[in-house]
């Protein structure tokens, strides 16, 4: 197992933060400050250099971030196939997972919840957050496996079908839209619209299907933009916009008649997602198991 010297240097390494480092080790700085000092000492070069308020790994500190990583990667393997000798559901590791919006709140809770109890030894982290990010987080190793949706021409990183999804034009019941009835492709360049942040799948979908029909997002009357699955679902119940929501994620609204669908001809939106590894991740062993475990939960 890595020294204690070792898994602080990984913490400040990877967030090239003293204080960051502190927060996540619930070690206080001075400690954390003699730790990195000690492990300086043992090398005998310096791991960190400070630029202004900020700090930069070394040469050396580069080199040992990336042999602790590798060493990381051999130990939570050793605990696994050690674990699993006499029974798989004793399997023993960590998996770092992360999602996109609809993923995270709509579809995971109830897969992780079932993986949790027939694997209990297996801790569990899930990121939530918008589909570049999620890409960003694998490629930076903070996660072990992304679930994103659609594909992005990333050579670093292996794509595997999971799931599709469709995304449906909604309002609130009070909206005008909501009485309006054969509304064509074109008359959504009329509407009031929100829209998800830049970076979103959601955003992302939209974007393909209009081209597709010859409009353009430019073309789009956008009033607002807001980040995440959540906050566009209340803003719609609060306003008369025109937005698009994951259909998964808005049957309780459409039941309880909150949000109303909104049927324009010729807008077919739906998105495919992927699970996502970096290149050289796809044989360990519960990233393999986890996935598994997902396809067979459809």
Known sequence: MLSTRHEVFYQ?????????????????QPAISKHIKALETYYKIPLFERKGNSIVLTEGGGILLNQ???AKRIESLLEYQLSIIHNNA??????????????????????????????????????NRNTDTIINALINEEIDIGIVEGRKKKSTLLYKPFLSDEVVAVCSKDSFIAGKKNIKIKDIVDFPVVLREQGSGTLEALKESLKHNGIKMSDLNVSVRLSGTEALKNFLKADTCLGFLPKGAILKE?????????????????????????????????????????????
């Open 12 to 28: 400040v390494a990877l967030n090239l933060s003293f204080s960051k480092a502190s927060q996540i080790l619930f070690i206080s």
């Open 68 to 70: 602790i990583k590798e």
């Open 90 to 127: 004793n399997a023993k590791g960590q998996l770092n997972l992360g999602a996109s919006t609809t993923v995270a709140l709509y579809i995971l809770p109830k897969i992780l919840s079932k993986f949790h109890h027939e694997f209990s030894n297996i801790n569990i982290s899930l990121l």
């Open 254 to 298: 459409i039941e309880n008649g909150e949000l109303h669908v909104v049927k324009i001809e010729g807008l077919k939106i739906f998105r495919d997602f992927y699970f996502i590894q970096r290149h050289g991740s796809e044989n360990n062993d519960i990233n393999k198991v986890f996935i598994k475990f997902c396809e067979n939960s459809l």
